[in-house]
């Protein structure tokens, strides 16, 4: 009884000790700079007294979240406050459905820091500022563009970009480039091509043959019955993104029809989607295609093709060809070689590569930064990310973790390793650099994605995949980021997936009635309406004649 | 007939041990799997996949060095260890008394502060008044913001309330004709009669600390105060974006051993507490508690 009674005093006394460590410290934004004076508040500002410095909060992804946010004694934070007399507090935000809630638990509290990226679960970022907006919560940015030129000019060029974040006249967010554009695309096993006397498909008939000689032949020449033509797997609605080619060489690639082809609408109502399916069924009924994919994760798909299992696939320039991708690849199959290829070309001469939605980072300004007065102090703080701190932000200090080499690229030779930028010590000094700092000019891309030998000596160059996949003929699709979504979307969108699924599976036959009841289906849940909104919000948007 | 009996029993008895040995089964298959996918290497995951069994030799602790190595590892196993000693500590002392309070049957408004305690079991306040709650209490960034809001569980109010109701009315009315009031009789003869109940409730709170998640992102803004289910998530997540990955993160794990051995680290410290509290769930509490 005793020990029992020690055991409960004990634990009292920790959590007085423990409650005491962990007494409430201010907010990094209250808190003042250490080097300065209280302010007197009746003290007017004169010429040689410098204006108190503003507080300002940044509320932001992490560009590689494992590493962490900079530490606190971070040069940055210095530069800024000495050259921008800005207190900078930044607090790296969750991805997804964590970082949404985070930002909408603030706004209810009226408590959304000062500048701030948009959120969201489903990737809706200009449907998460528009609701911000709608609540008042939001202060117009239009006036802050003509005090950063430079970020203007480099950041906010694409005007279909602006008008994205324009509403009810008002410019109220700050569109930053999206990640690099068109980096997905068709990619082939050459040397299964070149072991079986094969060339490389230009039309879904020879697309059909190639891969059913890749999964009957034994390309790989292991002796088993082992691999796929095809592999992919499910992303988004309905087949996803990843087999946009196929259902492009029929004129329908994506959802929507912007093609321009055609009126504008759901793609199922083109009398060529039917046929589009019914090939990908071939492949399906052929068993040329990975069986998993309708059931396999991104991870679990990448994880097949560095095993060997397929030779056709859709992928990501840098997922397939960086060189912490490729490794493991390269070491199972050292001879083996990836190409990229055009889209196939298809019945009626269509050929399109994916649709490019251009979806970017939105970051914006609180209201009630607007009423401190902050405007001024961010734009400026803007400005300098995209000017002097650009380096600073993106690479970190010239000469230390940097070298600009003679050709004017960023390297690393001769530098110390873990100082260098691409070190993953360095990781959380440059966090904002996909946020709010890199706009894709051609030295970050080559900075980002170097030429590399692989094992059997070969010159493995990404930004060769990447000329190709961006060269190919895509889809301009930017308009779908203002179709907002049927308030019935779960029902939709599960209506529309499943029964795509289920026809290209067989569970349900293909064929005019059961098409013609599957169309009757959606529009049953609203089909006609979501489209004509959809319709009007693009005209509404100046994206449709 | 006997013989039949017999028969029968024994037919049962089987039947149960395939049944038991099925659900078994069920349970022990996923948790080997997971361990399998912790320890296997990174080229035979490329080559082939996950196996169900590895030889001994090809065994890696790699995903685990490259968690339990990774430099912030330590501060947020830290920051994990004290949001649980604390949060079970600060969750305890609030829960006993309110239970004790609940057990006494002469309380003055014991049935509204019942009705009180089950209306906030029934109905929940959601998340934005908890939200202005905290930031009005100006406690973001502080471990209270985590550990107070669910200091008090319903439940596990109402289960130890229980408890102490089970506890013969005579012991503490002993004590009150010795002159001890009701702290004195909570302190001297219900806590050294309730170690069952106590480290049953604090085990519950404390696994429920050890794995919050979704707080620590929502009222933290400091990466140090972060603790470990957040810092793995972060990890899993980066490994996931790997087409985004242009730095030198050569990992020599698979996304999925990350995962598997995130899952067998954050297990681990319960796994090995729950044997040594489970010998008090079900030991005897009143052995010669009541002389006749």
Redesign the interface.
């Known amino acids: 009884?005793k020990s029992?009674?020690m055991i409960?005093i004990v634990?009292?006394l920790?959590?007085s000790q423990?409650?005491a460590s962990?007494?409430?410290?201010a907010?990094?934004t209250e808190e003042p700079a250490a080097t300065e004076a209280p302010a007197e508040p009746t003290v007017e500002p004169s010429p040689t007294t410098p204006p108190e410095p503003v507080d300002i909060v940044l509320w932001a992804q992490?560009?590689?979240?494992?590493?962490?946010?900079p530490p606190d004694d971070w040069v940055a934070y210095d530069i800024i406050r000495e050259e921008l007399n800005i207190n900078l507090?930044y607090?790296?935000v969750?991805?997804g459905a964590?970082g949404e809630?985070?930002i909408n638990?603030?706004a209810?509290?009226n408590?959304l820091p000062d500048l701030f990226q948009m959120v969201s679960a489903n990737n809706d970022n200009r449907g998460a500022l528009l609701r911000l907006v709608d609540l008042g919560l939001m202060a117009p940015v239009g006036d802050m563009m003509p005090l950063m030129p430079e970020r203007v000019k480099l950041h906010y060029n694409d005007q279909l970009a602006l008008d994205l974040v324009t509403f009810y006249g008002e410019q109220y967010g700050l569109p930053e480039p999206p990640?690099i554009p068109k980096?997905e695309g068709l990619v082939i096993r050459k040397d299964w091509l070149d072991k079986l006397g094969l060339d490389v498909p230009t039309t879904p008939e020879e697309l059909f043959a190639v891969a059913e000689a890749f999964t009957t032949q034994d390309p790989d020449g292991n002796g088993k019955n082992d691999t796929y033509g095809f592999g992919g797997f499910l992303n988004g609605e309905g087949l996803g993104t990843r087999f946009d080619f196929i259902m492009g060489a029929y004129g329908v690639p994506g959802v929507w029809n912007f093609t321009g082809n055609g009126d504008f609408g759901l793609n199922v109502r083109s009398e060529n989607y039917p046929e589009a399916l019914a090939y990908f069924k071939s492949l399906v009924d052929a068993k040329v295609i990975d069986p998993d994919w309708p059931t396999l994760t991104?991870?679990d798909f990448?994880?097949?093709w560095?095993?060997g299992s397929f030779g056709i696939m859709w992928e990501?320039?840098?997922?397939l060809t960086?060189?912490?991708?490729y490794?493991?690849?390269d070491?199972?199959f050292p001879d083996a070689e990836w190409i990229p290829v055009a889209a196939p070309t298809g019945p009626d001469g269509d050929t399109y590569y994916g649709v490019y939605t251009g979806r970017g980072q939105i970051f914006g300004v609180s209201q009630k930064a607007a009423d401190d007065g902050k405007k001024e102090a961010i734009a400026r703080l803007l400005e300098w990310m995209a000017t002097d701190g650009y380096y600073l932000l993106g690479f970190g200090e010239e000469g230390v973790n940097f070298i600009i080499d003679d050709n004017g690229n960023i390297s690393t030779e001769g530098l110390d390793p873990v100082q260098?930028?691409?070190?993953?010590?360095?990781?959380p000094y440059t966090q904002m650099r996909?946020q709010l700092i890199f706009y894709n000019s051609e030295q970050e891309i080559v900075a980002?994605?170097p030429t590399y030998e692989t094992i059997a000596g070969r010159l493995m160059d990404p930004m060769a995949f990447l000329g190709f996949f961006q060269n190919e003929p895509w889809v301009d699709g930017r308009g779908i980021q203002v179709i907002l979504p049927p308030a019935n979307a779960a029902d939709f969108n599960r209506y529309y997936t499943e029964g795509l699924i289920q026809f290209v599976l067989g569970q349900k036959e293909l064929n005019d009635e059961t098409w013609a009841e599957y169309l009757a289906g959606l529009d049953s849940l609203g089909a006609a309406d979501y489209e004509a909104a959809a319709q009007q919000s693009l005209i509404d948007a100046g994206l449709l004649k | 007939m006997l013989r039949s009996k017999t028969r029968d029993a024994i037919l049962f008895q089987i039947g149960l041990a395939v049944f038991l040995t099925i659900i078994l089964l069920l349970i022990l298959l996923p948790f080997w799997r997971v361990i399998v996918t912790a320890f296997i290497p990174?080229?035979i995951?490329?080559?082939?996949?996950i196996p169900f069994f590895l030889s001994p030799t090809e065994w890696t602790f790699e995903a685990f060095n490259q968690l339990l190595g990774?430099?912030?590892f330590p501060r947020a196993a830290l920051n994990s260890i004290?949001i649980t000693?604390?949060g079970t500590?600060?969750s305890?002392?609030l829960t006993v008394p309110l239970a004790y309070g609940l057990s006494t049957r002469n309380l003055p408004g014991r049935k509204l502060l019942m009705t009180l305690v089950l209306f906030v079991y029934l109905f929940s306040p959601g998340?934005?008044p908890i939200?202005?709650l905290i930031?009005g209490?100006?406690?973001?960034?502080?471990?209270?913001a985590i550990i107070l809001p669910p200091a008090v569980s319903v439940y596990n109010t109402l289960v130890m309330m229980s408890f102490f109701e089970g506890l013969p009315e005579d012991l503490k009315d002993a004590a009150r004709i010795d002159g001890a009031n009701e702290l004195q009789v909570l302190?001297h003869v219900i806590?050294?009669l309730s170690?069952p109940i106590l480290l049953t409730i604090g085990l519950f709170y404390a696994v429920y600390f050890w794995n919050e998640f979704?707080t620590p992102?929502?009222y933290l803004?400091?990466?140090?105060l972060m603790p470990l289910p957040v810092?793995l998530r972060?990890?899993l997540?980066?490994?996931?974006?790997?087409?985004?990955?242009?730095?030198?993160?050569?990992?020599s794990s698979?996304?999925?051993s990350l995962k598997a051995a995130g899952v067998l680290i954050t297990m681990i410290p319960m796994l090995l507490v729950y044997p040594w509290i489970q010998r008090y769930f079900t030991k005897g509490t009143l052995v010669g508690g009541v002389k006749g």
């Open positions: 009884m029992w009674k409960f634990c009292l920790v959590v423990v409650l962990c007494a409430p410290a907010t990094p992490a560009t590689v979240t494992e590493a962490g946010a507090t607090v790296i969750p991805t964590d809630a985070k638990a603030a209810a509290a408590d990640p980096r991104r991870d990448r994880a097949r560095k095993q990501d320039f840098a997922a960086n060189k912490s991708n490794e493991p690849f070491t199972n260098a930028y691409t070190a993953p010590e360095r990781q996909n980002r994605y | 990174l080229d995951y490329t080559r082939e996949g990774h430099s912030m004290i000693l604390l500590a600060i305890l002392v998340l934005i939200y202005l930031t209490m100006n406690l973001t960034n502080n471990y209270l302190w806590l050294p170690k979704f992102l929502l803004n400091d990466n140090d810092l972060n990890i997540i980066s490994a996931s974006f790997n087409e985004y990955v242009e730095y030198n993160a050569f990992s698979s996304i999925e």
